[in-house]
């Protein structure tokens, strides 16, 4: 397990170079055993996790150190946010030579601290590993977490909580927010200098194009964030997941899911749910998740557009179609998703109203997102569920019809790759997180990550995780644990 430190080597103006504050009794609870195999993490390592992932001792070669970035939260600008409670440990290449970034949440106070304690409680840490495996376990792009270690420590958010460390693998940990930091700042060097490391380590392609103005880079280098962020946004609307704080700081360039704080997945369907209990407008509730990303892009477009060439109107009169241009491609991409999702490979843009009148069908009969799509792909198999045919009323023949078409095992196979059987529901979450905190005991959490590491094939337990929430999840509410 090599480090490298190659953000650290972008200069003093992107980070504060600071050491994690040592905690009092660190103690390992969560390993992620897979992910540790993909980062080639020593023996030597895994026997020491607790020290080294709690940030009592540094990985050899680790120049550690704490991100500068802003951001937009809930609409308002904030010139100047950073890692106030967590350390970048630098690179690590992965046995298939990606490079990653390691870095540790709950770590202790930075210059970005803002009168915050630099620390995480047990609950948001274990929320983050379980979240993070099970996105990435549906196939969604996503940061990964490959320790959880307890800080022996009593944190007060409220009530009393214990305290924990988190680790948190990322491609990177460049945000919409870190490029929105240097604009603000007028630090045009920085700005260049950041946009070039970004195209380096995550659209390489763009550097192998041969006489590329600065203009196009800059153009290439939106639109290739933009689809990332679409694949990511179209696949949370995929499962049902509501991210709750899609700031321009909780945005990543690499387009991976990061934050899983106020984090909820939809119960009963509804465009307007929100869980978050910091989002009184319902600003990043499901439905509104596809424009937040285009407004977000918007923003990232307006940090780049001094480094164009030309007139700010000529490099506007560039970019903007590229930003405009978003809704239609978040709405093939969309459409495409959700066809599959019935079981239907293609669909025409004339034939979309049929998407939008199942849906609506699912909102007026209060349907369980997730379980009306598993419960329509065993319709697809071949068992009979009268049921939910009457809920869909003609809807249901049409369906079944577009199914036909395409042949039944493909339809079946389609929905078998879209429909999870089984997700991270929030009533199990929270008996998981309570099990942890209150009685620290691990096992749940160990067998909820077993069921939800296979989401679209039944385990042993998964049923144990298939029931719906008594309320369908009306009343349930989530925090972003700082």
């Known amino acids: 397990m090599i480090i490298t430190n190659s953000y650290h080597d972008l200069g003093a103006p992107f980070y504060q170079q600071i050491r994690p504050v040592a905690v009092d009794s660190p103690e390992l609870v969560l390993w992620n055993d897979e992910l540790a195999e993909q980062l080639a993490v020593s023996q030597q390592v895994i026997d020491n996790a607790a020290s080294y992932f709690s940030g009592n001792r540094l990985l050899q070669g680790s120049i550690p150190l704490a991100q500068a970035y802003?951001?937009?939260?809930?609409?308002?600008?904030?010139?100047?946010?950073?890692?106030?409670?967590?350390?970048?440990?630098?690179?690590?290449?992965?046995?298939?030579?990606?490079?990653?970034?390691?870095?540790?949440?709950?770590?202790g106070v930075t210059r970005f601290s803002r009168r915050g304690d630099g620390r995480c409680a047990l609950k948001p840490a274990?929320?983050?590993?379980?979240?993070?495996?099970?996105m990435h376990s549906l196939g969604i792009a996503t940061t990964r977490s490959l320790s959880v270690v307890t800080t022996g420590e009593t944190l007060y958010r409220g009530t009393a909580a214990p305290g924990a460390v988190v680790s948190r693998v990322a491609s990177s940990h460049i945000r919409v927010g870190t490029f929105q930091y240097f604009a603000a700042k007028g630090d045009m060097a920085s700005l260049e200098r950041l946009l070039g490391y970004a195209i380096s380590r995550h659209y390489p392609d763009i550097d192998t194009i041969t006489d590329l103005s600065v203009d196009e880079k800059v153009s290439r280098f939106i639109e290739s964030v933009i689809d990332r962020q679409i694949d990511t946004v179209v696949n949370w609307m995929r499962v049902g997941f509501i991210h709750g704080v899609m700031n321009t700081d909780n945005m990543t360039i690499s387009g991976e899911t990061i934050d899983y704080g106020p984090c909820a997945m939809m119960g009963i369907y509804h465009p307007e749910t929100v869980y978050s209990s910091i989002d009184e407008q319902g600003r990043y509730c499901y439905g509104n998740q596809p424009a937040i990303l285009q407004w977000n892009m918007a923003r990232l477009a307006e940090t780049l557009l001094p480094l164009m060439k030309g007139s700010s109107e000529q490099a506007v009169a560039r970019i903007e179609p590229v930003i405009l241009g978003i809704t239609e491609k978040y709405q093939d991409a969309y459409y495409a998703m959700m066809a599959n999702k019935f079981g239907v490979k293609e669909l025409e843009a004339s034939e979309r109203g049929f998407i939008d009148d199942m849906l609506q069908r699912m909102q007026e009969n209060k349907m369980d997102y997730n379980q009306t799509f598993a419960r329509l792909t065993t319709i697809a198999q071949g068992q009979k569920d009268e049921g939910l045919a009457r809920q869909f009323d003609g809807l249901f023949s049409q369906w079944q019809q577009q199914g036909a078409q395409l042949g039944l095992q493909c339809a079946t196979t389609l929905m078998r790759q879209n429909n999870p059987v089984v997700i991270a529901r929030n009533h199990h979450m929270e008996e998981v997180l309570t099990a942890c905190e209150e009685d620290n005991n691990y096992e749940p959490?160990?067998?909820?990550?077993?069921?939800?590491?296979?989401?679209?094939?039944?385990?042993?337990?998964?049923s144990d995780y298939q029931d719906l929430p008594r309320d369908g999840d009306v009343c349930y509410r989530t925090y972003c644990g700082t």
């Not at 600008?77 to 390691?102: E, M, V």
């Not at 959490?445 to 998964?462: I, K």
């Open 70 to 107: 802003a951001g937009h939260q809930f609409g308002g600008f904030n010139p100047q946010l950073g890692d106030g409670r967590a350390h970048l440990l630098g690179d690590i290449q992965t046995r298939d030579r990606a490079i990653k970034d390691l870095q540790l949440k709950g770590s």
């Open 126 to 134: 274990v929320r983050e590993f379980i979240m993070s495996e099970a």
């Open 445 to 462: 959490a160990l067998r909820f990550l077993t069921v939800l590491r296979s989401p679209y094939n039944a385990v042993t337990q998964t």
